[in-house]
C-alpha cells in the first residue's frame, strides 16, 4: 500500500539535532517504522509545520517532506492544504491519507484524499475539541478552528481516538469517533520488569505503590515520583511542585522528576525554588526514549496533573515498565481507572 501520513510535527530524523534536541513523537516514530519496515507499505509522511523551511529527509526508509505553514493565517492553511494534495499524489495515488490532529494536518488529508478518490482517516490526538478556560486553551475557543475541526471530522472515512475518554468527550462537542485505537510504548524500550505487582496486580497493589509505602519493582527509589511530557500550561507541571511540597511535610524523602522540554523556561524549576523544594525537584529536559525508560524504572509513582489529554502516552509508557499512574481524569488515566482490576488512580479535574 502506499500510505500518506500527514503530520504536524515530531518526525525528526532518528538521533539529536546539532543542537543536541530531538522533536519527536515517540508513537509517530514507531507507526512510521511499522508501517515502513516491519510491514513493507510505501510510506510518505508530510509535515505541516515541523520546520519554517521546506526540506525532506528520510525516516525509518520513508520519505519525509517538511510543509511550512506560517503563523496558521487562513491563507497559510490553504497554502499548505495545497501542498498537501499536490505531495500526496507524487509518484501515484495513495491508498489512504491519514492525518494526525482534526486541525490543519485533519482538513489536510481529508482534502488530499477527496482529490485523489481514497479513503481518509483522522486521529483525534490533542486539544482541537478542547476549551479550557482557565489557562485559554483548546481548539475549541477559536471560530476558525472549530471550522476546521468540523470539516475534518464529518470529512474523514473514519475518525479514531487513542482512549474512551477521548471519544466520550468529543462526543460532547458533536463529533462521532469511528474506533479507539490507543497510543503504544515501543516495548523494546519501556520492557516490563521480572516481578512487578503495581500495574498488572491487585487494586490494593496499586494503591500501595501511589501511597509510596511499597509495591512496584526492585529498581524503584523510595519517595521517587515522575511526571513525563513538555513542560507547560496543559500538563500543569506546577501541581506538581506544590503537591510535593506538601507531601515532603510528611515524607522527606519524596522527590520529583519532570521529564520534557521546558516550554516555560524555567518557571516550574523558580516555583519549587520559591517553595523551599529545590533540591527534590529535576528538570531533565529532552530525553531519548531509552532514557526516558531509564529514568521512569526508578520511580515508585508516575504523575499526571493534565488539564486535558487525549491520550498521554507516558501513562501507557510508565505501565510497560511497570509504574502506576496518580493524575486527573483525563486521556489513558481515566480508562486505565475504569479497568479491572485498575492499572491507575484518577481524580476529577478541578477548577483552577
Known sequence: MRIVLVVPGGVDPVGPRPDGTERVFPFLHGLVEHLSVTTGHEVLVVAVGHDPLPGRWRLFGADVVNVPIGVHARADVARAVRDVVRLSGEGGRPDVVHGWWAGATGLAAVVAARWHRRPSVVSLAGGELADVAAIGYGGARS????????????????????????????????????????????????????????????????????????????????????????????????????????????????????????????RVAQLAADLGVADAVRCTGCLPSSAVAAEVRRAQLHLVTSFHEAGPVGVVEAAAVGVPTLGTAVGHVADLAAASPPAAVAVDVPAR
Open 143 to 266: 471560530r476558525g478552528s472549530r471550522a476546521i475541526a468540523t470539516i475534518a471530522t464529518r470529512g474523514a472515512t473514519v475518525v479514531t481516538a487513542a482512549t474512551r475518554w477521548m471519544v466520550d468527550h468529543a462526543a460532547a462537542r458533536g463529533v462521532c469517533v469511528d474506533e479507539v485505537i490507543p497510543l503504544g510504548a515501543d516495548r523494546r524500550v519501556f520492557a516490563p520488569h521480572v516481578g512487578i505487582d503495581g500495574v498488572t496486580g491487585r487494586a490494593d497493589s496499586v494503591h500501595a505503590v501511589i501511597d509510596l509505602d511499597g509495591g512496584g519493582h526492585e529498581d524503584a527509589v523510595p519517595g521517587r515520583v515522575v511526571q513525563i511530557g513538555s513542560l507547560n500550561a496543559v500538563k500543569d507541571q506546577a501541581t506538581s511542585v506544590r503537591m510535593l511540597a506538601e507531601l515532603r511535610r510528611t515524607r522527606p524523602d519524596a522527590h520529583l522528576v519532570l521529564i520534557g522540554e521546558d516550554t516555560q523556561h524555567g
